[in-house]
């Protein structure tokens, strides 16, 4: 079995009156519930709705606000900030996207950003994996293939595939950057049912992948990695753009 995928690290805690505030007001904004420039609802109404004290409605508030979602400003109160101010690479902003279903066009931007990142990945896991990474990599392909059949079970063993990838580069800043791949690879999922590449397809792309960084091969990982995310974007709904 590979190993289990681990959720991108939060920057708040999950349970309690504080977490709760943060994520329901953050899948609020990012749902389309508060449009830009609307008013959050002043913190009396906030705590009555969430039975919290004023203080927790002020750290949430905070996080939000360190999220780029929200701003503060004396005698106007809190207001949603433009799509364009959002900290998209923040784990939760994007793991609220993926849940809240992404447009097309946002897919397509997150399509974008796995060329710029996960071919160079795959290369650097190709000249660096150890044995023990290797054979996490292989362990993920190999359940991949059982779970064939199984489309939930097969979309979390692709999620541990391109982990391992990102865990072989040697670099735990890259590795960082894997986990944000994890929640736009779930995004997909959610957006084209079934997964974001037919499994057919995706076996062999991976395998390829998998070929080359066992081999050592550098450049054929990156080109193979380059044609798994290709795969992917040709499933997804058109939108105006081209390639990666």
Not at 20 to 30: D, F, K, P
Not at 81 to 103: F, H, K, T, Y
Not at 187 to 207: K, N, S, T, W
């Amino acid at each position: 079995m590979p190993e289990a995928i681990s959720e991108p690290r939060r920057s708040y805690p999950r349970h309690g009156v504080h977490g709760r505030l943060v994520e329901a007001i953050g899948r609020l904004i990012i749902g389309g519930g508060l449009a830009a420039g609307a008013v959050l609802p002043r913190e009396v109404e906030l705590m009555d709705e969430f039975g919290s004290s004023r203080a927790a409605v002020r750290e949430a508030v905070k996080v939000l606000a360190a999220k780029g979602l929200v701003e503060t400003r004396q005698r106007r109160g809190m207001r949603i900030r433009a799509l364009e101010e959002w900290n998209l690479l923040d784990p939760d902003v994007l793991a609220w996207c993926a849940a809240s279903g992404p447009a097309p066009l946002l897919m397509a931007q997150m399509v974008e950003l796995r060329c710029l990142i996960e071919p160079r990945a795959a290369r650097l896991a190709a000249g660096r994996r150890t044995a023990a990474e290797l054979e996490a990599l292989e362990a993920a392909h190999a359940q991949m293939v059982a779970t064939f059949a199984d489309a939930v079970a097969y979309n979390l063993a692709d999620l541990a595939f391109h982990r391992a990838v990102f865990r072989a580069c040697g670099n735990p800043f890259v590795d960082r950057l894997g986990a944000i791949v994890a929640v736009v690879l779930e995004g997909g999922f959610r957006l084209r049912d079934g997964g974001m590449v037919p499994i057919e397809a995706g076996l062999v792309a991976h395998g390829r992948v998998l070929a080359a960084i066992r081999d050592g091969e550098a450049a054929a990982a990156e080109a193979a990695m380059l044609a798994v995310i290709e795969v992917a974007r040709r499933e997804l709904p058109p939108v105006d753009g081209g390639p990666c």
